[in-house]
Nanobody, 122 residues
Framework: VQLQASGGGLVQAGDSLRLSCAGSDSTFRSYVWGWFRQAPGREREFVARLGWNSGTKVYGDSVKGRFTISKDNARNGVYLHMNSLQPEDTAVYYC????????????????WGQGTLVTVSS
């Protein structure tokens, strides 16, 4: 397993949650990291991405101002800090690693975590 995602769970609207994604080795520090999510019956949606070397961060419009992506140096991975969660944030969240900081297309990401479910109740 190259990427390991964790941290999902059931929370109430307005709560916060932190997702983690660990890379299997330090080579993942050179990648662009992304978080995507997929709700039932919907297409996979870009959430956030981070360029490990550049520090560049980009967010999807639906999470801007509420979610923050950051590095996890100890585990060669990233966090996704989610604040002010709403029921529409309910989805399976996936972490991924690629090499194009300018792309929100999931096809540009080569490594994927297994997904972690976030459920937000109203």
């Amino acid at each position: 397993v190259q990427l390991q995602a964790s941290g999902g769970g059931l929370v109430q609207a307005g709560d916060s949650l932190r997702l983690s994604c660990a890379g299997s080795d330090s080579t993942f520090r050179s990648y662009v990291w992304g978080w995507f999510r997929q709700a039932p019956g919907r297409e996979r949606e870009f959430v956030a991405r981070l360029g490990w070397n550049s520090g560049t961060k980009v967010y999807g419009d639906s999470v801007k101002g509420r979610f923050t992506i950051s590095k996890d140096n100890a585990r060669n991975g990233v966090y996704l800090h989610m604040n002010s969660l709403q029921p529409e944030d309910t989805a399976v969240y996936y972490c991924a690693a690629g090499n194009n900081i300018w792309s929100a297309n999931s096809r540009d990401y080569y490594y994927w975590g297994q997904g972690t479910l976030v459920t937000v109740s109203s």
